[in-house]
């Protein structure tokens, strides 16, 4: 029987619907139109304003850094959020897989692996909102309580608009920072969900290679079974071996459709993570405000986690899927028949070349391609400090 495995989405889901971009499993009519209006005012007015900005930004290092940050990170952003707008139908055919007979596995019991990766995917979209919303104060609302504090002049957050005169911007001012602020927010929303989302099917997909490694460690007979005949017991283990690959088979389709959808987006934010994170620490080496300071350190963190996680599941997905051949050798195959010794060869076979979830086909998701990513951001830092100096 079916389950509701994919139900451990409703919330992200729900988050997404709000901010204009999931239609929902059964879309209403008028939700395209609160989309299109939603959309051009929180993404395509806003970007506009910002590209708008960048060309008009004083060609200083200083400000054209702070600038280019913002800049930088919504390319990504735009990335998830199509992803999720434009391929609404891919995405219920992954919840199809997620809520199949075979993977229903241990999902009623408590104790359970299922169960556990269900629990722990709301715990954990529950702390990154947290940490979110923490990032999102340290950058629209300390700055302001603290120039109340000591009299300055506060400043929009996310850029100048050096497009506007001085008069225009301050006459304005108001207005301009409610709408950085909410479109910063909105923006902060589509990170959150999507990073989140994608992280728990990619979590769900490591757990089904979990459960499968466990099912052929621990596919032999039974003693009460030792006593039939061996025809009957080889059947009863072609039967059971059909049903694991079986699991398999939904597994990789689990895992194609994975990467048919989150493959650009997983490119951009591997590419513009690395770029913004390059940008921010040569930030750093410029003066700032203290609760500055503390934003760009908190902004790089993230940067660099919204990086660290995919490719730390891509790395477990890519181990667990390489132990099947190891669990398949585990398997009582020595007194089986050819036919049954014949589908394990086939199967060791396949499972000799691992799954691997990658960006736009370019470079695998793994803690590797995490290192090397890093390693060539601060080469690129390294590169402009020094033309700094010089």
């Avoid at 990335?79 to 897989?97: A, G, P, Y």
């Avoid at 702390?127 to 000591?150: E, G, K, M, N, Q």
Wanted: proline share 3%; aromatic share 16%.
């Amino acid at each position: 029987m079916p389950s509701d495995q994919s139900k451990m989405f409703d919330q992200t889901l729900t988050a997404l619907k709000i901010f204009g971009v999931w239609k929902g499993r059964t879309p209403s009519k008028y939700y395209k139109y609160y989309s299109l209006v939603f959309l051009f005012f929180s993404w395509g007015f806003y970007n506009f304003l910002l590209t708008l900005n960048l060309v008009y930004t004083p060609r200083s290092l200083e400000l054209f850094l702070r600038e280019l940050m913002f800049y930088f990170t919504e390319m990504p952003v735009t990335s998830k959020f199509l992803t999720v707008l434009l391929l609404r139908d891919e995405i219920l055919e992954i919840f199809n897989f997620i809520d199949c007979d075979e993977f229903v596995g241990d999902y009623e019991n408590k104790d359970g692996m299922l169960y556990k990766t269900n629990m722990g995917y709301r715990l954990v979209w529950k702390l990154y909102f947290v940490l979110s919303h923490v990032a999102f104060t340290c950058d629209i609302i300390l700055p302001i309580v603290f120039d109340v504090i000591r009299g300055d002049k506060s400043e929009l957050p996310i850029c100048k608009y050096y497009f506007l005169s001085d008069g225009d911007r301050d006459s304005h001012f108001m207005y301009l920072f409610l709408y950085q602020s909410i479109g910063m927010y909105g923006h902060m929303f589509y990170n959150l969900n999507v990073d989140s989302f994608a992280a728990g099917l990619l979590a769900v997909a490591i757990v089904q290679m979990k459960i499968l490694n466990k099912k052929f460690r621990n596919l032999k007979l039974s003693a009460e079974e030792r006593n039939l005949p061996f025809e009957i017991q080889d059947n009863i283990q072609i039967i059971r071996m059909n049903k694991l690959l079986r699991h398999y088979e939904i597994i990789l389709n689990y895992c194609d459709a994975i990467q048919n959808v989150f493959s650009a987006t997983f490119f951009f934010q591997f590419s513009f993570g690395a770029m913004t994170t390059c940008v921010i620490m040569c930030s750093l080496l410029m003066p700032a405000t203290v609760e500055y300071r503390v934003f760009q350190v908190i902004y790089l963190l993230f940067m660099a986690g919204q990086i660290l996680v995919p490719s730390l599941l891509g790395t477990l997905l890519t181990h667990e899927s390489a132990e099947l051949v190891t669990a398949a050798y585990n398997t009582e195959w020595i007194g089986r028949s050819e036919s049954f010794k014949k589908s394990l060869m086939l199967f060791r076979q396949r499972a000799a070349t691992p799954i691997k979830i990658t960006g736009l086909k370019m470079f695998p998701l793994s803690l590797v391609s995490f290192i090397a990513i890093m390693k060539t951001t601060y080469s690129f830092f390294t590169l402009i400090r020094n033309a700094q100096e010089t």
